[in-house]
């Protein structure tokens, strides 16, 4: 499928579940998942505007196909201005392009660019997130421990067990209406299921996958110390304490849940996303 024309979809949160505009995302890019082919073409120019979640998304894709030799390009909107402005500022145009990748500093203060992690740091690794926040609300300091604690438990988790060619990509943008903040944690690893199945073989699929760990306590044990509570914890704290919504992609399944509904998983994808998305959101005052 050598340069193909990929029609991408509005790859935004239009809502605070945002599994709908994941999964239409994730499904446009099946030819590339599908047959990994040695070029491919990526067209955004119909998109009116593109959240995080999709930017950070798109970026761990361009990124993972590179590490593999390929060639892959993309097309970024050129209309309207405010489109062109988002994917600078969140970093997209950077991986998409190699111009110069900004950052926190030099960008609105609604974004932190999207930026690779290569190993985990609790200190630093939130550090932009609580800046980003601390612009437009007042926290303290039990509110950025937890923040900082899900940052780091996640990208703990694709260091640990992913074997992600990229490390992790993660993003975040503050949706100044909604009074929400989105975050996308994303790595181009082997995936939930065929981590878990090395220790757990009966497991049935990667929707189920994705349930065990949710629940805790299941774990692919590559440290002496790890319990298997680092994805469950995530959860706990965004749905119970930040009152936010979690979206987990990961081969053929999609994960939902926030304060209000339980758990929705589905193993009904189109394609097998060859990695894992962790994807929260959470309102701020």
Not at 11 to 25: D, M, P, W
Not at 174 to 179: A, G, L, M, P, R
Request: aromatic fraction near 6%; charged fraction near 20%.
């Amino acid at each position: 499928m050598p340069d193909d024309e990929l029609q991408c979809v509005h790859a935004e949160e239009s809502n605070q579940n945002g599994t709908s505009s994941l999964r239409k995302l994730i499904e446009t890019l099946k030819p590339v998942f599908r047959d990994d082919p040695a070029s491919w073409h990526l067209d955004l120019t119909h998109c009116k505007t593109i959240g995080i979640w999709g930017a950070t998304l798109i970026s761990s894709v361009l990124l993972g196909a590179r590490t593999r030799g390929r060639r892959p390009r993309v097309t970024l909107p050129t209309t309207p201005a405010e489109t062109v402005e988002l994917c600078a500022s969140c970093g997209l145009t950077h991986y998409a392009t190699g111009s110069e990748r900004l950052t926190i500093e030099n960008v609105d203060r609604f974004d932190v660019p999207i930026a690779q992690f290569l190993a985990p740091n609790y200190v630093s690794d939130a550090t932009d997130i609580i800046v980003l926040l601390r612009s437009c609300t007042e926290i303290d300091e039990e509110l950025e421990d937890r923040i900082r604690s899900c940052i780091s438990e996640a990208i703990q988790n694709v260091c640990d067990h992913a074997n992600s060619t990229i490390g992790a990509m993660m993003g975040a943008r503050i949706d100044s209406q909604q009074k929400r903040i989105f975050i996308a944690i994303v790595d181009c690893g082997v995936g939930i299921s065929q981590t878990l199945k090395k220790r757990y073989p009966k497991i049935l699929n990667a929707g189920d996958a994705i349930g065990k760990i949710i629940n805790g306590g299941y774990s692919a044990r590559t440290r002496s110390n790890n319990q298997g509570l680092g994805v469950s914890n995530i959860c706990s704290i965004v749905r119970n304490v930040l009152h936010g919504t979690v979206c987990i992609v990961s081969d053929n399944a999609i994960a939902a849940g926030n304060a209000t509904e339980d758990w929705s998983i589905s193993d009904d994808l189109a394609v097998r996303f060859p990695g894992t998305g962790v994807f929260l959101s959470f309102p701020y005052r």
